[in-house]
């Protein structure tokens, strides 16, 4: 069973940045569609960023401050977030699509404060 494991979270300032990794206990490329959702509470989880085949997506609250990436070789997924605000605070989730369907994280915090 394919693990994915997240770290990177952490508490910074507005304006800031952070690197979210995401590593696959597996073959990335045997995941479809992986990418970044995040979900504060009382709220459901939104897609941050996400490839669909090759090609990235974004939220329009992100575009042109998020990035995507992935390593195959490293079997990580990547999520650099710059210029960071407030409400970028959530718990940020990686997952991607398996043989046997979505497979989630277990989620790293990111806290934005003013």
């Known amino acids: 069973q394919v693990q994915l494991v997240e770290s990177g979270g952490g508490l910074v300032q507005a304006g800031g940045s952070l690197r979210l990794s995401c590593v696959v206990s597996?073959?990335?490329?045997?995941?479809?569609?992986m990418g970044w959702y995040r979900q504060t509470p009382g709220n459901q989880r939104e897609l941050a960023a996400g490839?669909?085949?090759?090609?990235?997506n974004y939220a329009d609250s992100v575009k042109g401050r998020f990035s995507i990436s992935r390593d195959a070789v490293k079997n990580t997924l990547y999520l650099d977030m710059n210029n960071l605000k407030v409400e970028d605070t959530a718990v940020y989730y990686c997952?991607?699509?398996?043989?046997?369907?979505?497979?989630w994280g277990q989620g790293t915090q990111v806290t934005v404060s003013s």
């Open positions: 597996g073959n990335i490329l045997s995941l479809a569609n």
């Open positions: 997952t991607g699509i398996g043989s046997y369907g979505p497979i």
């Open positions: 490839f669909r085949g090759s090609t990235p």
